[in-house]
């Protein structure tokens, strides 16, 4: 596993239903050997902007899940 840190746009699910968009960063948490034992998050609520190009390509890949789920499923 690459013990980089990861960056990337996470969808959060509300209890009512509605979700929020943050900018999160993840990065693993190594022990004296250097063995992951666990990760730590940090995260920000995401800008609007960024929200919007974020929720295109999260709707482009919903839509290409769809087509990948139908053709399995035939």
Do not use: P
């Not at 840190?5 to 999160?24: E, N, P, Q, V």
């Amino acid at each position: 596993m690459d013990k980089k840190i990861w960056r990337g746009y996470i969808k959060h699910l509300c209890k009512d239903g509605s979700y929020f968009w943050t900018l999160s960063y993840v990065q693993a948490k190594l022990d004296s050997e250097g063995v992951i034992v666990g990760f730590i998050s940090t995260g920000n609520i995401a800008y609007e902007k960024s929200r919007i190009e974020v929720e295109k390509q999260y709707k482009k890949l919903i839509g290409i899940q769809h087509i990948a789920n139908q053709y399995f499923m035939d």
